[in-house]
């Protein structure tokens, strides 16, 4: 199976303050990387599918890159609503697998 | 409303056997593939089985291979994970979720548009 990496396991960080999450993947998955954020006692939210394709209704303070080997969740300008932990999933293979999730705190 | 709604978590001992459900509406159920996906205490989310449409393609991770079996009824618009075998490490909240296929002109591109609420299974004597 995929496995996926995800760095770091938490943050914190100040309301305004760009906050980035890396994503790596232990093969080439192409852009077939998504990313959900996830709060405590509610369903997981898409954010960004196909590594940079922003989900409808998501505020463009989101956004996802891909690198050669390498995917990065971007926040632009944190927000107190943002306190979440944030996944990363691949779906090139038929077995999906997430990242161990990065917990973002704001201070 | 795009709707999905979990049910039939329980507390079961270690080795019974539990059988989840998932109501879906407002979609065309019957062309979709469903995914299952679990987080147990303290941990991150975890894939644990999908169904095509018709049924006649179903993956698993490794760790539930032979315990648990993904099943769907077209007719009544409902998902199931049967779970035999259980194990403590089993214990989490089960959600069901909807693929979505997007057509970017070149790929199609999978993820989960439509989660449900979850349930939970608590495995423990």
């Known amino acids: 199976d995929i496995q996926m990496t995800q760095s770091p396991s938490s943050l914190s960080a100040s309301v305004g303050d760009r906050v980035t999450i890396a994503c790596r993947p232990s093969?080439?998955?192409?852009?077939?990387l998504n990313w959900y954020q996830h709060k405590p006692g509610k369903a997981p939210k898409l954010l960004i599918y196909a590594a940079s394709r922003l989900q409808s209704g998501v505020p463009s303070r989101f956004s996802g890159s891909a690198s050669w080997t390498d995917f990065t969740l971007t926040i632009s300008s944190l927000q107190p609503e943002d306190s979440a932990t944030y996944f990363c999933q691949q779906t090139y293979s038929p077995r999906w697998t997430f990242g161990q999730g990065t917990e973002v705190e704001i201070k | 409303e795009v709707q999905l709604v979990e049910s039939g978590g329980a507390l079961v001992q270690p080795g019974g056997s539990v059988r989840l459900s998932c109501a879906a509406s407002?979609?065309?159920?019957?062309?979709?593939?469903m995914n299952w996906v679990r987080q147990a205490p303290g941990k991150g989310l975890e894939w644990v089985a999908n169904i095509k449409e018709d049924g006649s393609e179903i993956y698993y991770v490794d760790s539930v291979k032979g315990r648990f079996t993904v099943s769907r009824d077209n007719t009544e618009n409902s998902l199931y994970l049967q779970m035999n075998s259980l194990r403590a490490e089993d214990t989490a909240v089960y959600y069901c979720?909807?693929?979505?296929?997007?057509?970017?002109?070149?790929?199609?591109?999978?993820?989960?548009?439509?989660w449900g609420k979850g349930t939970t299974v608590t495995v423990s004597s």
């Open positions: 407002g979609f065309a159920f019957n062309t979709s593939w």
């Open positions: 979720a909807r693929r979505y296929d997007f057509w970017s002109g070149y790929n199609y591109y999978y993820y989960m548009d439509v």
């Open positions: 093969q080439s998955i192409s852009n077939y």
